[in-house]
Every structure is written in structure tokens, then in C-alpha cells.
């Protein structure tokens, strides 16, 4: 089943097909400028979530229906709590009309999952620095969000739908004790992360969208730990709890890194709360957090003594993290995140710095108007990369080791939107290119370096799989 849930309140990643700026080159009082062409309009406004080809409506549960009215409802009202933005102020009554005709009339004409082709195991890719070929390890999943190596070379596999699925001997197994999830929009079971010393210590860390106690509408990001016993989870320990709870389904983070010296680093969005949660510290949205691996909060966190509640806090001014890495030279911790409509970035998070959401931005509105004209502002710090148009970003590891030397200390990201991985060159911490490899393999949730050194990405569509990137 597809991950889409709703009618025409898809949640994804809208922007216009463009190049990459890895400096600030952009205005952002953007101008986009309306059809009377609903083909236009729909490719402009809407193909970033709903697919080029409408494929996101392919299989799916309508959760406001699908007739014409409930799209022109959608379209013009919004669902924000489901992360749809309303378009009343970018189109006319008419014009609104039309598009609800355009989508209706092409769902009929949609061939199922048959949209994009992907690069075969059989064929090398030829990366500008390093060739490689596909290896599938793991298929018919659903979306894994996030994947985690043991040290016998087995393989978990956090799916969003709630499962814990341990990969062993060619065999899935269902992990039972993993808590229940708001399996809605953006949220699920999500990001996993050993301790360091698991071989020692049987540690296993895991992110998730937590239902409110007592409540089937209000969910936030939650941080449990567990040991794996036979094939059941025990020994669960809550560690973080993100607040406020929110009823909005979208913008939970979270990623999870442990750095050199033991502490456990993990992402929060601002779950839609734009205007309130990321420049404040009386929440724990939009911000990157620290925090011991028992759970206890840091003596020297940057907000213990201002934000005693909040003392988890390492950075703020984040909008929705879905990338953490540790930075295999100098053990810093990096992040990537989602923008609006542009303005995904790159950043390394650095002790109490405030990121600038939503004040500066390289982005704009889904549906085109502007909510900052400022890039820049003191105080603020500037994104190491961006994209404009954003490309969904999602999952992010640094290259390390020595199978694979001509990328060697380079990101790698995936893209949801445009579905490919994509390389940042670095030198040290400065980005001196990019390079989209594994172009149309699927919308591309999570890449992590194995302990095998091998790099492994994770796609969620067409088909669910995991595959590794095996070096020529």
C-alpha cells in the first residue's frame, strides 16, 4: 500500500525541476506566476507532492474523498494539519475547477507503479569519481524509514507502518515490544541507532510518533531505547518526549547520531508550528537536541540555565531534519532538512547556534507567496549547502573507509522528490560540488555506511528495498 493517505492533501516536497546552488544566489520575493493551463498549474503547484504524472494518487486510501467537490475543498481550504497549504489566494474559482477536472481526468489514465525505471543491478554506474553497481539486499518492503547493522552483519530495518523487521539468513523477522505509532502522513516508527558499544551493552535506539496518552489526534517525536531478545524487544526505556504534542501529522524529524564521545544527538521539526516553535526555547520543536545515553541532559548544554525545561536543546531555528551525520574527521555532527518550496540545506550544527528558521530562508510558500524576504541576518547562521528548487531531502552518511576513495569525505543525501542520491563534494567542511547518481530509482528515504563499509540506501517506491552500493 502506498504511503499516501489522503485525497489531495499528499504530503511531500513541492518546487520547480532546477539546477543546485550550493551559495546564497537566490531572491527569495519569488514570483510564480499562475496558468490558465491546469497542466501548467499542476506541474508548478502540485507535481512536487503528487508526482509529474499524478503517480502519487496511484493505491491509495482517500481520507477527504475523491470526488470533485472534495478536491475543490482541498485545493482551495487546505488541510493543515495534514501539512496541505490552501490555495484560495494563487487561484481563481475557476482556475481551481479546472485543476480538480485535470487530476480527476488523469488519475483514470495511471498505470499503476510504472512510472519511473530503475537503474539495473546488471548495469555500471559511472559516477564522475567512483563506478559502483547495484546490489538489492532486502525487497518487498513497504517504506523503511530506518536501517541499522548488528555487529553479526544482520540487518534492522525500521518500517513506517510501526514493524521492526531483523534481517537475518535471507529471513524477515517481526521484532514484537516496538510501541504504537501514529501511522499517519509523515509519521511512524522512524530512525535507529545502536549504542557505541552495543557488542557490550545491547543498546538499541529508535525514534517514533508517539500518540498523546489518552488521545487519537495529538502525536509527537519520542525517543525509546530497548535490548533485542530473541525476537522480542525488553528492558524499554523512554528517553525523550518531545513538546507540545501536536494534532499535525507532519514535521517529527528524526534522525539519530551518536558522536565520538558517547552522546546521542536527534532531530525535531517544528511539526508545522512554524511562527512558534522553531525561534523559541519553550518547546523542543524545530530544534536539534543532545542528550546522554541513559537520557540524562548534559551539564554544559547551551540552554540548561535559560531553558531549564527545555535543557535537552543544542541548536534551534530548524524546520524539519531528516539527515544526521557524524563527520568522520572532525566528529562534528551535521544535518540536512527539508525548506519549503526550496531552500532544503546542508548545515553543521554548532553548540547553541540559532539556523535562522523561519526568519532567513532560501525558500518560499508551497502555493508561491513569500514569508521572509531575508537570507541573511546576524546572528543567524547560513546553511554550508542549499538547493533551490528543494529535492525532498531525506537520509544523509558521510564516506568514509576505503572502498570507495574517489568520494571519500562526501555526503551523501537522498532525494524523496526527484528520487536519486545525491553526492556533495567536500573538502574538509567546505562543498565544492555535487553529482545526482542513481538517477529515477525511487523516492530514497535513508542511505547509512554498513560496519561491512559498504554504503546501503533504502527506497521506499516504487518498491521497497534496500541496496547495496557495490564499488567497480
Not at 489531495?8 to 520575493?29: A, C, D, R, Y
Not at 536539534?288 to 548544554?301: A, E, K, T
Not at 538547493?387 to 576505503?402: E, R, S
Request: aromatic residues 10%; glycine residues 12%; proline residues 5%.
Amino acid at each position: 500500500m502506498s504511503i499516501y493517505k489522503v485525497g489531495f492533501i499528499l504530503i511531500g516536497f513541492m518546487g520547480l525541476v532546477g539546477g543546485v546552488k550550493s551559495q546564497p544566489e537566490v531572491e527569495t520575493s519569488v514570483t510564480v506566476e499562475v496558468s490558465h493551463d491546469p497542466a501548467v498549474n499542476y506541474q508548478t503547484f502540485c507535481g512536487g507532492c503528487h508526482g509529474v504524472k499524478l503517480e502519487a494518487f496511484v493505491d491509495q486510501r482517500w481520507k477527504y474523498g475523491k470526488e470533485k467537490e472534495d478536491l475543490i475543498k482541498g485545493i482551495e481550504v487546505g488541510y493543515e494539519d495534514d501539512g496541505m497549504p490552501a490555495f484560495d489566494v494563487t487561484f481563481s474559482d475557476q482556475e481551481v475547477e479546472n485543476l480538480a477536472d485535470y487530476i480527476l481526468n488523469g488519475i483514470q489514465h495511471v498505470e499503476q507503479f510504472h512510472f519511473q525505471k530503475q537503474p539495473s543491478q546488471e548495469e555500471l554506474t559511472v559516477s564522475e569519481d567512483q563506478p559502483f553497481r547495484l546490489e538489492k539486499i532486502v525487497d518487498g518492503l513497504t517504506i523503511p524509514w530506518g536501517i541499522e547493522f548488528l555487529p553479526d552483519g544482520s540487518l534492522l530495518i525500521a518500517e513506517k507502518s510501526g514493524e521492526l523487521i531483523h534481517w537475518k539468513n535471507d529471513q524477515k523477522i517481526i521484532l514484537e515490544g516496538t510501541p504504537m505509532v501514529r501511522d499517519q502522513s509523515q509519521g511512524g516508527l522512524m530512525d535507529l541507532e545502536l549504542h557505541p558499544n552495543y557488542a557490550e551493552n545491547g543498546w538499541l535506539y529508535y525514534s517514533f510518533s508517539k500518540f498523546q496518552p489518552g488521545s487519537k489526534n495529538e502525536s509527537t517525536t519520542a525517543i525509546h531505547r530497548a535490548k533485542i531478545e530473541g525476537n522480542k524487544l525488553v528492558q524499554i526505556e523512554e528517553l525523550f518526549v518531545a513538546l507540545p504534542y501536536s494534532s499535525r501529522a507532519h514535521h517529527y524529524g528524526s534522525r539519530l547520531e551518536f558522536d565520538e564521545h558517547g552522546y546521542l544527538y536527534f532531530t525535531v521539526g517544528d511539526r508545522g508550528n512554524r511562527d512558534q516553535n522553531p525561534q523559541n526555547l519553550d518547546n523542543h520543536c524545530g530544534k536539534v537536541h543532545r542528550i546522554l545515553d541513559d537520557g540524562s541532559i548534559p551539564s554544559d548544554n547551551p540552554f540548561v540555565k535559560e531553558a531549564p525545561e527545555f535543557a535537552t536543546i543544542y541548536s534551534y531555528g530548524h524546520r524539519n531534519p531528516q539527515g544526521l551525520a557524524l563527520h568522520p574527521e572532525t566528529g562534528e555532527i551535521w544535518d540536512n532538512e527539508h525548506g519549503p518550496r526550496g531552500g532544503d540545506e546542508i548545515n553543521r550544527i554548532i553548540k547553541g547556534k540559532n539556523y535562522g528558521w523561519p526568519i532567513i530562508s532560501y525558500g518560499i510558500n508551497y502555493n508561491g507567496t513569500t514569508f521572509t524576504n531575508e537570507t541573511h541576518k546576524p546572528g543567524m547562521l547560513q546553511p554550508d549547502h542549499y538547493w533551490v528548487p528543494a529535492i525532498g531531502v531525506c537520509g544523509m552518511t558521510f564516506v568514509k573507509g576505503d572502498k570507495y576513495p574517489g568520494w571519500n569525505g562526501d555526503i551523501l543525501s537522498g532525494s524523496l522528490k526527484y528520487q536519486y542520491l545525491h553526492r556533495t563534494k567536500m573538502n574538509g567542511n567546505q562543498v565544492i560540488g555535487q553529482e545526482l547518481l542513481l538517477k529515477k530509482i525511487g523516492r530514497l528515504r535513508v542511505v547509512e555506511m554498513g560496519n561491512d563499509g559498504y554504503i546501503y540506501v533504502g527506497v521506499e517506491s516504487p518498491t521497497g528495498s534496500i541496496y547495496r552500493l557495490v564499488p567497480e
